[in-house]
């Protein structure tokens, strides 16, 4: 028996004029006939759009209204992805994993367009969703993964973060990452050598595929500097 999950948002102009509980709600159906009779049959699905909605609340920055519509798409494809929630498509399976990186010039408000969303998620019953731990190093950022196999990043200047990828204490990681795209199969288990002592390595075993999504912002000099570099 498999379950079907959707986004449930309720309808208004401003997410924050409804009780917090109710910006994103997760309903389930156990069959596909189910969730076909929860579309008909519930009038809040069919006439809500959480990406208008939530475009509608954070368009009050200089950014384009698109900018805050990507966010949203991002921020539900998070939220189905933390769920389990798989697109069948004949004999193949696609994840939720949407990465999404917004470049402009300097400035533009980047940083509060992206305060934004904080609320919606902490809000929302998705808990334990974002995960932005700072990369120390390539065998912390498996280590994390493996501990935490889903994640949302939400990264206000992803040249920084390009800068962390190219550095040599993150070797291999920035493909390590992109193999994680898509993957439904479980990462290999990362194995150091043992010398007997107390010092050893410990063994970076993970139980579940890696799902991870990305909404990041970057100006433009930081971003093409930092991708030429790598």
Request: net charge negative.
């Amino acid at each position: 028996m498999s379950t079907s999950t959707i986004i449930n948002p309720t309808p208004r102009n401003n997410p924050f004029q409804s009780p917090p509980d109710n910006i994103i709600s997760i309903s389930t159906a156990t069959n596909q006939s189910q969730l076909l009779s929860s579309r008909v049959a519930s009038p809040k699905y069919e006439q809500s759009d959480f990406i208008s909605d939530y475009a509608d609340y954070a368009d009050n920055l200089e950014a384009p209204r698109t900018m805050h519509e990507a966010i949203g798409f991002g921020l539900v494809a998070a939220a189905l992805n933390k769920n389990g929630v798989v697109i069948h498509d004949g004999g193949l399976r696609h994840t939720l994993d949407l990465w999404i990186t917004l470049l402009s010039g300097s400035g533009f408000g980047r940083n509060t367009m992206l305060r934004n969303a904080l609320p919606v998620i902490s809000q929302s019953n998705v808990n334990n969703l974002i995960r932005n731990t700072r990369i120390g190093s390539g065998v912390g950022f498996m280590q994390e993964m493996a501990e935490n196999p889903n994640a949302l990043f939400v990264w206000p200047e992803f040249g920084e973060k390009l800068a962390q990828l190219n550095s040599p204490n993150c070797v291999g990681i920035t493909e390590w990452i992109t193999d994680r795209y898509d993957d439904e199969l479980i990462p290999a288990a990362t194995i150091y050598r043992k010398t007997g002592g107390k010092n050893d390595t410990p063994v970076i075993n993970f139980e579940a595929p890696s799902r991870i999504n990305i909404i990041a912002t970057s100006s433009e000099d930081w971003f093409f500097a930092h991708l030429a570099a790598k």
